[in-house]
């Protein structure tokens, strides 16, 4: 598709504010079914998409219907939320004469949609994180009309999704507007800067992110910045676990960094096992990958990028090749060496994503290095325990959790299930925020809360009535009260 | 109070991050009890701190002890929300082999504490918002430690306060190190960049939060900075409502303009009445000024600045001085006045904060105007309708809602509750984000999630055990389960 222009960007996020605008009071089972709508369309053009996903992708069709199959979960399950309010977060204050600090007036909180919310899509998520993935689906959620600026990986994709995403909404009845689609990287920097937009979702390089994040807090008015910016993912092997199974992890990390090329915020980037010998820890791993076929990267762009990360990290002191592979245009996956010594005293080595089918094995001479290893790293997303049944190593848990926004037991990061308590984020450079882009909790971004005081009970918004028309979950006077009947979570 | 060092700054947060880390596992009622221990204790020194708040400000003692009352009734409250566990946000999905997407693991998320918190002092409530005011305090009750920076305007108070809480902390049996003081202009700066230092709690002007907020961002490691950085508080009053009581209306403004010596974030600063003449406006606000006794604003330099604000908006065309005021050492208080096609041309006149004991009323020839008035403003911390009996003004309380962080009906937005529903926040410049720094909402800032997947039941978090062994709210499988004994509110 072709550059979107300044003038069209602008008629776009017009349209999208007064879409916002126009939807904004509409009520929650009218919402949810604007999600709906979208997730029917998604699923009935579902073979041309996917179709077209797979001769612009080299990702397979396999992969690609379980991620659009997703995407159309995704949907239902927050029009599911939608419908039980429950992100609406209502909470009622009746007046109180008796108040600890003096006399407390009648006050009602709501949260309220921000407005226009730009979304980034992602190179490595055609369906997921791109035209309709998480981000467009929890703003349009959370009441926000959305302008998406595709990704230039797939851009006939992105230009087919937005028609039938354009189509479903507006046989749902939805506002024109709602939604649209622009391109290009000048378009996204104006959609960061447009007065009317008023929050951002963004998954992609920490290099981009955080320049992107500069510009949306340097705007006149600055706005949030929800950056999913990519993760290295340590994880971490005891010595009873290593003791124990060490081929099966060795087989099981293989599976996980190599999976979909390696190009995963989620892909294990850094193993710390015991000291083995790199000769035994090779065999089992060049027995792991034979008959692996790699396929091409999403990009050129990627590619190279990959080559670069990869050149970088095998070029510090101390770093050897335990698999050998190639920047070719169908990369063979690599696996880098190294051992806890060398990192302690080259922290900078566990700080190099490298987005792509490679990862680092680090070697630790004790087991009681670990929280000092670990403490070494960055922000991640997720970090990985592999453990021997009985294990408690309570310590390393709670460093694990202090620098991570999801902690493993004996599993492997890849795979992110779409749930009520996923949290899909993590310190910087992780994310830019603390706040989650996977799962119904994503939804809670795009609010702010609104409080209403001393207001007759017919202009409040319906969720603060004490009679509750929506049915939605009130804390009144401190205390939850939940209408059973609508706190069915079946999806 | 001196200036700290930079190496005093860096073993203050060196101190505060390891106390973090003693005090990050302490179960709900304990960490209740170290706010309860501070509540304790400054209301046994109250007498004292108020002596000396006294001395320090020219608030005057029945304000002070009010403000005290509601920083100790602050720390209670929050004390009895850290025990109910609601900040916990504790989500429980357990495995579901049939989940729409694909079987989903087992997954718990709960909210944990960011680390240590830097906290600026406001000049303005040396109690409510300055050493142990609502910023440290729901760092506290989030878990986090804090680092306080003092200010300038009543160092006394502040090295006194924080004896008091050092003193409650330790007798509570606090980490040592979970509170302290610093001061000066440079510790505050080292404070927003020290690398242990995970968020940042302001209230303060709009050019010196911006700068910090950009400080913050610009960090290796960006952190949230949540200022709260003023208001306008714009108040509407209908036509029907100007017929009915315009001398109480215009007798309550001015008591809500003056009150504190107008040094209120929430100080009404516009006022859009009916076209009505200026002669007859003037005559109520000079008798309802009959008898005030200006005192003193807090600071010289507050004074500078409010002399510089008022002057500026005076200067404007078409702006002329209704009650003519003073910048003398005890400022009189001042009216301007001017007319909606005045800031239909040159909105910049009703986005300017003066400070002090000023403001400006602007008559509109009809009251379908207002919707397009209230459209020239920035975000407000607050947003006033004064209606007659029977109206029903939805349009415009729409665009109020839009547009500030809380809307009152019939009231005056000076005195902001602490409470549950309390929002007290707006958009950019009334603060730099979509959080509250008043109420029990306040806590969740200073916390982040991280989930955790198929951990054995033991090494959980307590919240997320099936067992609830601390008896907190638990939305398991898309719903909320409650203990009812530990749901009471009573404070």
């Known amino acids: 598709m072709k ?25 929650l089972s009218t919402r949810a079914s604007w999600l709906e709508a979208i997730a029917e369309g998604l ?6 998409l996917v179709a077209t996903a797979d001769r612009e992708t080299s990702l397979g069709r396999p992969r690609l219907e ?3 199959r997703r995407s159309i979960f995704q949907l239902q399950l927050f029009a599911s939320e939608v419908r039980q309010g429950e992100h609406l977060d209502a909470t009622i204050d009746h007046s109180d004469p008796a108040w600890g600090m003096g006399p407390r007036p009648d006050l009602r909180r ?5 407005g226009v919310v730009g979304v980034f899509g992602a190179s490595n998520f055609p369906f997921a994180f791109s035209v309709m993935g998480g981000d467009s689906a929890s703003a349009l959620a959370a009441g926000c009309s959305v302008v998406h600026k595709a990704h230039e990986a797939h851009p006939d994709l992105a230009e087919q999704t937005a028609q039938t995403v354009a189509a479903a909404l507006e046989s749902a009845g939805a506002p024109a507007g709602l939604f649209s689609l622009v391109a290009g990287r000048s378009a996204g920097e104006h959609l960061v800067d447009h007065p009317l937009v008023k929050a951002i979702g963004f998954t992609g390089s920490t290099a981009g ?33 290593w003791q124990q199974r060490r081929e099966a992890i060795l087989k099981e990390y293989v599976g996980s960094f190599t999976l979909g090329m390696g190009q995963f915020c989620t892909k294990p980037g850094l193993l710390f096992v015991p000291a083995t010998g790199g000769e035994e820890i090779r065999r089992v791993l060049l027995a792991s990958l034979d008959g692996f076929t790699p396929t091409r990267l999403l990009s050129d762009a990627l590619l190279e990028g990959y080559r670069r990360a990869v050149t970088e990290v095998r070029g510090h002191a101390g770093v050897d090749v335990l698999v050998e592979g190639t920047f070719a245009p169908e990369p063979a996956p690599m696996v880098l060496h190294t051992t806890s010594s060398r990192v302690l005293a080259d922290p900078e080595l566990l700080r190099r994503e490298m987005f792509g089918p490679a ?3 680090i070697e630790y001479d004790d087991e009681s290095q670990l929280p000092a290893l670990a403490q070494l790293l960055e922000g991640q997303l997720t970090t990985t325990l592999q453990t021997a049944p009985g294990e ?59 409080s209403y005081q001393s207001f007759p009970l017919g202009l409040l918004p319906e969720p603060l009535r004490d009679n509750n028309p929506w049915g939605v979950p ?13 706190q069915s979570a079946s999806v």
């Open 66 to 68: 379980s991620e659009l």
């Open 209 to 241: 992110g955080r320049a992107l994040l500069q510009h949306a807090q340097s705007r006149p008015e600055p706005i949030p910045f929800y950056g999913e910016l990519g993760g290295i993912n340590a994880v971490f092997v005891t010595t009873a676990a």
């Open 359 to 361: 990862s680092l094995i």
């Open 110 to 114: 709501v949260n309220q949609p921000l």
């Open 392 to 450: 408690t190593p309570s310590d390393l848990v709670d460093i694990l959790a202090g620098i991570s926004g999801r902690v493993l037991w004996n599993g492997w990061p890849t795979g992110v299930t779409v749930s009520y308590a996923q949290h899909h984020g993590g310190p910087f450079p992780a994310t830019t925020s603390n706040t989650t882009s996977v799962g119904t909790a994503a939804i809670r971004r795009f609010l702010r809360p609104v």
């Open 43 to 48: 699923a009935h053009d579902g073979p041309a």
């Open 474 to 486: 009130q804390r009144i006077d401190g205390r939850w009260h939940t209408v059973p009947s609508r």
């Open 3 to 27: 550059d979107t222009s300044p003038e069209a960007l602008d008629a776009a996020v017009r349209a999208a504010h007064e879409a916002f605008r126009a939807g904004r009071q509409v009520d």
